[in-house]
């Protein structure tokens, strides 16, 4: 018969005292005499020579056995103590705190698997918030959230007392410097106010819609071209990030790194950038001072970060120094609309100029926002289009109608004409309302920022009653929130583009604080409204052309990094979308 858990604490004390009672049976004194150390030094070779037959008559080496035996029982009933006690804190805390280690343990195990998933199960058994014990030694202790009503007191209500702090900072400041994703306070405010005129100006816009015209008509279309032409199949995602990189050079810095032409030429910075970023995000799953002792050591994912940030580095400095010639040769910075240049025309608090460190910060980080975000977001959203057809379809009927409205349009054309010289006009992108709902419910399922995290500077209580420590770390988990049926419902991890669409399926968009994906309050993304019409555009000037297939049995999984990567990206095959099928939905 097993013994119930419950008994097996009181068991355990009850054989410490009873071996007490046989230890002071037998006890013998320090001051025994030197026959009796004889005696115990022949009993313990005795032990170890005999066999136990030959022991039986011996009442002492019986003892001595059943000392260890009883030594054994004991430590087994402490572990097996431990082990109960630490999975019955799951019931309360969500998952098993052990001693010394805390929940890293199933952190560790979750890694290995997907951690979106982990933490969206952990959050769910605790109604939307838990606290994450980490080992004694670490500074892993944190609050995870995906409660919209805690988001509105952090992203907003509260704004001030919860910046991205100092752990953040530290964690990832190798990388991000102290650009705008990695600021706060002054530092912060600075950059938003210059880059936030900047996004809003008209000549800003004109800049983003003309730069991304040209790439998607002179580089993407006709490289996607050469590949059906091919017959092979491509990394869609590998694609796009040629794309958005591409383009957030051209209205960032005002460079043109002509990553997406044909024969898709290797690019260094790339490699390096996403390595770069995969290792930082590792640095937040182990304790601190581990990582910082590999740093020391250079050893690792250390070593690793430091080549990639040196890849990082060499561009960055590159298109420094090259607007910095441009800028000394031509004199034209006020001519310039791009943001180095004006950042390159403002002074510090001091009254100087940028140093290159900083300016470097601020490259970088734009790569971050600009370059991986709408990229691995049009990823997920094909790769859900191909789950489910039904929604393609409404698509390429969407965009139909608007191209039928186009004055410019002759319907009479050629087929194998119609689609060259096909563009699309900002107000026409504007007009497509279910493409847009579509987009958005690819980036409630699968935001390209997964978490985000913020720090306490005072002590306070969230909405949902978690009282929060000062220097209390809050992660705040996005992707999880898409996948919550308190907020979204029953079908929430289902695909539907019409749960945006209200009155005459007009697209209607939702609390920041429940979509979380650009975040919200007075850090909502500065890029949102051109990375609608990056990834319409270019969605759409796919969709009217191709059918984009996922090839069979293809792994898709999202990487662990700061943005949501698919790991293994998305092997594709286009087949080219036939003319009269596109004419029929004109007609009809
Ligand atoms: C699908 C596309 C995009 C998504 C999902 C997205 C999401 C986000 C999120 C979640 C943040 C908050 C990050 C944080 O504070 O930790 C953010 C901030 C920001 N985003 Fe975006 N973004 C997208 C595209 C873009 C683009 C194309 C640009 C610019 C070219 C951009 C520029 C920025 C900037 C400058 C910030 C910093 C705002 C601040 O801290 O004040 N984003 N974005």
């Known amino acids: 018969m097993t013994t119930p858990p419950q008994m097996l604490l009181p068991l355990f004390f009850f054989k410490l005292t009873n071996n007490n009672k046989h230890m002071q049976f037998f006890h013998i004194p320090y001051h025994s005499n030197t026959k009796t150390m004889t005696k115990l030094s022949n009993l313990n070779l005795n032990l170890n020579l005999t066999t136990p037959q030959q022991d039986l008559p011996n009442g002492n080496n019986i003892f001595t056995l059943m000392q260890h035996i009883q030594m054994l029982e004991i430590l087994l009933a402490i572990t097996v103590f431990i082990v109960i006690h630490s999975l019955r804190q799951k019931k309360h805390y969500g998952l098993p705190i052990w001693p010394l280690l805390g929940m890293l343990p199933s952190l560790f195990f979750a890694l290995r698997t997907n951690l979106y998933e982990w933490i969206t199960d952990v959050l769910k058994q ?34 001030s007392l919860f910046p991205k702090g100092r752990y953040f900072r530290d964690t990832v400041r190798d990388l991000l410097g102290d650009g705008i994703f990695n600021a706060d306070d002054e530092t912060w405010q600075k950059q938003r106010k210059t880059a936030s005129i900047e996004f809003h100006s008209a000549k800003f816009r004109k800049l983003t819609t003309e730069s991304l015209f040209e790439l998607v008509h002179s580089r993407l279309l006709p490289v996607l071209e050469s590949t059906v032409k091919e017959n092979v199949s491509i990394d869609l995602q590998d694609i796009l ?42 640095r937040f799953v182990i304790p601190t001072c581990v990582w910082k002792a590999m740093r020391f050591l250079n050893l690792g994912m250390e070593k690793k970060l430091k080549e990639s940030i040196k890849g990082v580095d060499e561009f960055a400095e590159n298109v420094i120094r090259t607007r910095k010639k441009e800028l000394s040769l031509f004199c034209d910075e006020k001519q310039r609309s791009d943001l180095l240049s004006i ?29 991986d975000t709408s990229s691995v977001a049009l990823s997920w959203f094909f790769w859900l289009l191909d789950q489910n057809p039904e929604v393609e379809e409404k698509i390429v009927e ?89 907020i979204w419902g029953k079908d929430c991890r289902e695909f539907k583009p019409e749960r945006w669409l209200r009155d005459n399926a007009r697209f209607m968009s939702e609390s920041a604080y429940k979509f979380t994906a650009f975040n919200g309050g007075p850090r909502l993304c500065l890029g949102k409204d051109f ?22 049995n293809h792994p898709v999984l999202p990487k662990l990094a700061l943005t949501m990567y698919m790991k293994h990206g998305i092997k594709v095959n286009l087949h080219k979308r036939d003319a009269e099928e596109i004419h029929k939905y004109l007609r009809g």
């Open 241 to 282: 990030l040629r794309l958005t990189f591409d383009n957030v050079c051209l209205i960032a810095f005002g460079v043109d790194p002509g990553c997406l032409r044909p024969g898709l030429p290797k690019i260094p910075f790339a490699k390096a950038f996403e390595d770069a970023t995969e290792v930082t995000v590792l």
């Open 398 to 486: 969407e965009i139909c109608r608007v191209v039928k409205q186009k004055e410019d349009i002759d319907m009479k054309m050629k087929k194998e004409e119609f689609f060259e010289g096909l563009t699309f006009r900002p107000e026409e992108i504007k007009k497509m309302d279910y493409l847009h709902a579509a987009l958005s419910e690819a980036l409630r399922l699968y935001p390209s920022v997964p978490v985000d995290h913020k720090e306490v500077v005072e002590d306070d209580t969230f909405p949902d009653g978690t009282v929060l420590k000062k220097g209390t770390k809050v992660i705040y988990a996005i992707y999880s929130m898409g996948r919550m049926e308190a």
């Open 531 to 552: 990375a609608y019409y990056q990834m319409k555009y270019a969605a759409a000037s796919i969709i009217l052309r191709y059918r984009v297939k996922v090839v069979e």
């Open 343 to 371: 950042f390159m025309g403002l002074k510090d608090e001091n009254g100087e100029a940028y140093s290159d460190k900083f300016l470097r910060d601020i490259c970088v980080n734009f790569i971050l926002a600009g370059r």
């Open 126 to 159: 605790q109604n939307g918030t838990f606290r994450f014990k980490g080992p004694w030694f670490s500074s892993l202790n944190c609050i995870v959230t995906a409660d919209p009503r805690n988001l509105e007191h952090l992203l907003k209500t509260k704004f």
